[in-house]
């Protein structure tokens, strides 16, 4: 998510932000931080704030793996 808002707001702040699957969630946030009003997702995989502090793997896949894990995001 750091490294996406770095990189946006290097090349200017993007009209669109656009995601695809476990980018959906990046693209979420990231239009929510940089004030986007125009999201294009596409088969978004939404999935629990706290599993983007949680290292990729085992970890992460057990965290996203719960049952609506995802209503509790922000």
């Given at each position: 998510?750091?490294?996406?808002?770095a990189f946006a707001e290097?090349?200017s702040i993007?009209?669109?932000v656009?995601g695809y699957s476990l980018?959906?969630?990046?693209?979420?946030?990231?239009?929510?931080?940089l004030n986007?009003?125009?999201?294009l997702l596409?088969?978004?995989a939404i999935?629990?704030?706290d599993?983007?502090?949680?290292?990729?793997g085992?970890?992460?896949?057990?965290?996203?793996?719960q049952?609506?894990?995802?209503?509790q995001?922000?």
């Amino acid at each position: 998510m750091d490294e996406a808002a770095a990189f946006a707001e290097s090349i200017s702040i993007p009209e669109v932000v656009m995601g695809y699957s476990l980018g959906g969630y990046v693209a979420l946030q990231l239009a929510r931080l940089l004030n986007i009003r125009k999201i294009l997702l596409f088969c978004p995989a939404i999935y629990t704030d706290d599993a983007v502090y949680v290292p990729y793997g085992k970890m992460f896949t057990q965290k996203i793996s719960q049952a609506y894990s995802y209503s509790q995001s922000t």
